[in-house]
């Protein structure tokens, strides 16, 4: 088999006009990519060294300032929730850079790759990145239900499940995030609704709000609420997400 596999590979190289031909494919296939990074304002190579630059795995880093601001492990994420979209749509797999690279994404560009599809690649990353990157964001700071993850990702709204944090572990990566959370282990002090300039919602599933500074909350206009089914919580919280206005008021279950 392995044998029959070899033939029929170089049957298929000598069909499209051999070694050159397939040099030259690969060639365009990097020249394409090279237009389109040229053009983009969020993208570049690793590789800067053009003369240098692999036509065939070619890695691309993400120079976004938006992008920039995280950690290492969050941009990870980040290059893990572009991939995962563009293999939802069935438009590529396994783009991903290698383990041991930075956060990247990797193309192959080899001559197995027609030019076309090459230049169709290239729209849908932009699509994948800029809905990363404007998809609402939520953080779960407490253990819940994946069925809650689900809920939100459903809806087209990324959340991150962190928990056993401190304070300022969560002051540091809560600016990033619209909404947050909680059960009862996460204290959401003034200093971490301070910090979070973008929430909508602060929510807890389960009884009271005690472990919530209900005050700043209601002074920074974040919409604080109790509900006791986790599942509701977070349909709740996709609620207040998705409404425009970010103008909200302060209510409790009895």
Not at 14 to 23: P, R, Y
Not at 49 to 65: A, Q
Request: net charge positive; aromatic share 6%.
């Amino acid at each position: 088999i392995c044998v029959e596999d070899v033939l029929d590979c170089l049957n298929w190289v000598e069909s499209v006009g051999g070694t050159a031909e397939l040099i030259k494919i690969s060639n365009e296939n990097l020249k394409i990519v090279e237009t389109w990074v040229n053009s983009s304002d969020w993208v570049k190579f690793m590789c800067e060294d053009k003369n240098t630059r692999s036509s065939t795995s070619i890695t691309l880093l993400i120079k976004d300032e938006w992008f920039n601001k995280f950690g290492e492990e969050e941009q990870r994420n980040v290059i893990k929730k572009i991939v995962s979209k563009l293999d939802k749509e069935g438009v590529a797999k396994d783009i991903i850079g290698y383990p041991k690279a930075p956060p990247s994404l990797r193309l192959w560009g080899g001559a197995t790759v027609q030019n076309n599809d090459m230049k169709a690649l290239l729209p849908w990353i932009d699509w994948a990145y800029h809905s990363v990157k404007n998809m609402p964001k939520v953080l779960i700071s407490d253990s819940m239900s994946k069925v809650a993850q689900k809920i939100f990702e459903k809806q087209k709204i990324s959340v991150d499940v962190k928990t056993g944090l401190s304070e300022e572990e969560i002051i540091k990566i809560i600016p990033e995030y619209d909404g947050m959370i909680v059960r009862s282990a996460t204290k959401v002090t003034k200093n971490i609704i301070l910090a979070g300039k973008k929430l909508k919602v602060i929510a807890r599933a389960g009884a009271g709000v005690d472990n919530i500074d209900v005050p700043t909350a209601k002074e920074k206009d974040r919409k604080s609420t109790r509900l006791n089914s986790s599942h509701v919580v977070i349909s709740y919280a996709v609620f207040c997400l998705k409404k425009k206005t970010h103008k909200h008021i302060y209510t409790t279950n009895p």
